[in-house]
């Protein structure tokens, strides 16, 4: 079984639009760590956000934002006032901590069309 | 601060030859993981090096392989090229993870290509 969903394989949203990208995780663990992940065209991870299981407050970060939500497993991105260079592919993972390994989600490409 | 550097960048080679990619972590990184992502495809877990040892392997056959050096840079070897080993390979590095917690870093991968 998939440990992360990424259930949206596209997305496409006009500029200036919000965007929710979704993610529902699997684990056993009562600890455990949830990442956000940009990948833009040229290929490159980037890192956006680490959250702990054991602190569900949401974060904000400029237009990102953060929902995580233990009673239903999720951890949802929105992208507020989407601009064309927020197109990428966005990876969703899970850190378990008897694990020893990241699970990423397949990712959702979402394209800005201006 | 310099991040994860891979070499090379691109990488054509013949069915049946072998193929080394190398990764450099960011400095004061111990861990280094690689992934493959083939087109279409999420990221597939490969290898976790941590101080010289390998943690842990994903699901791939044994003619992937890799090590870690007291420098804490690795490699990654591939013998015996399939065409389905056309990917790109995505080095990462992170900090001494305690139970998972450290974000890991990315480079900007090889492109393997296999005619």
């Known amino acids: 079984a998939q440990k992360v969903t990424q259930a949206q394989t596209e997305i496409s949203v006009v500029e200036k639009e919000d965007v929710t990208l979704d993610c529902v995780y699997e684990?056993?663990?009562?600890?455990?760590?949830l990442f956000w992940y940009k990948q833009p065209p040229s290929g490159e991870l980037v890192f956006l956000i680490r959250r702990n299981s054991f602190d569900e407050q949401n974060e904000i970060s400029g237009r990102y934002s953060w929902n995580f939500q233990k009673s239903t497993s999720s951890f949802n991105f929105t992208i507020t006032a989407s601009q064309v260079v927020d197109s990428a592919v966005y990876f969703c993972?899970?850190?378990?901590?008897?694990?020893?390994?990241?699970?990423f989600g397949t990712g959702t490409s979402l394209t800005v069309i201006p | 601060e310099a991040g994860v550097t891979q070499s090379p960048t691109h990488l054509i080679k013949t069915r049946g030859q072998q193929v080394t990619l190398r990764c450099s972590p960011i400095s004061g990184h111990t861990s280094v993981y690689w992934y493959q992502q083939a087109l279409g495809l999420g990221l597939q877990f490969l290898l976790w090096?941590?101080?010289?040892?390998?943690?842990n392997r994903g699901n791939f056959p044994p003619r992937f392989s890799g090590r870690q050096f007291p420098n804490y840079s690795s490699e990654l070897n591939v013998n015996a090229l399939e065409l389905e080993d056309s990917a790109l390979y995505l080095c990462?590095?992170?900090?001494?993870?305690?139970?998972?917690?450290?974000?890991?870093?990315f480079g900007d991968g090889t492109r393997l290509s296999i005619l």
């Open positions: 684990t056993r663990d009562t600890t455990y760590y």
């Open positions: 993972a899970l850190s378990e901590f008897t694990g020893n390994q990241f699970y």
């Open positions: 090096y941590d101080e010289g040892e390998e943690r």
């Open positions: 990462a590095s992170s900090l001494r993870t305690y139970g998972g917690n450290q974000p890991q870093h």
